[in-house]
């Protein structure tokens, strides 16, 4: 019998203002569909997905779940993971991102305050990645992430 790890506190504090270099770095991806940006089977996705990380072991507790919103019908969720599961699946994020964290749930007032951000970098933005961590209280953060 294994032991479970506890789920680790999401602290704001690593995410927020940060400026995130990942190389290559490991995720599982399914789409969902969307109606004009509202996920009608996101969770039934999701679900699916983790269990699919479970079944071959690969599923992390603290995993990074992100949604990419790619189109009116369509939405990209990635789940990291510390092993490949299959081409299905697997695939990898090489980006430089910003960061920034947010309460709540105004996903467009928070991506045009990141898209302002990486304009006085003089960077632009090529996409965003929404991120919202498990938290044990009641606290709804949303970290938003735009690739640079």
């Known amino acids: 019998m294994t032991e479970e790890t ?3 506190q999401f602290d704001p504090d690593k995410w927020h203002n940060k400026k995130i270099t990942w190389n290559e770095k490991l995720f599982a991806k399914a789409q969902a569909f969307s109606f004009f940006h509202t996920e009608t089977r996101y969770t039934k996705t999701l679900q699916n997905l983790i269990q699919h990380l479970k079944t071959k072991e690969a599923y992390e507790e603290n995993a990074v779940i ?3 919103d790619v189109s009116h019908f369509r939405t990209n969720i990635y789940i990291s993971t510390s092993k490949p599961i299959g081409k299905k699946y697997d695939t990898t994020i090489s980006a430089v991102l910003i960061s920034k964290v947010f309460t709540g749930d105004k996903l ?3 991506k045009e305050r990141l898209e302002q951000l990486a304009q006085s970098k003089n960077k632009e933005v090529k996409r965003f990645y929404i991120y919202h961590p498990q ?3 009641s606290t709804h953060y949303t970290v938003i992430l735009a690739e640079v």
């Open 6 to 8: 506890p789920q680790e």
């Open 66 to 68: 992100l949604i990419e």
């Open 108 to 110: 467009d007032k928070y």
């Open 135 to 137: 938290q044990e209280d």
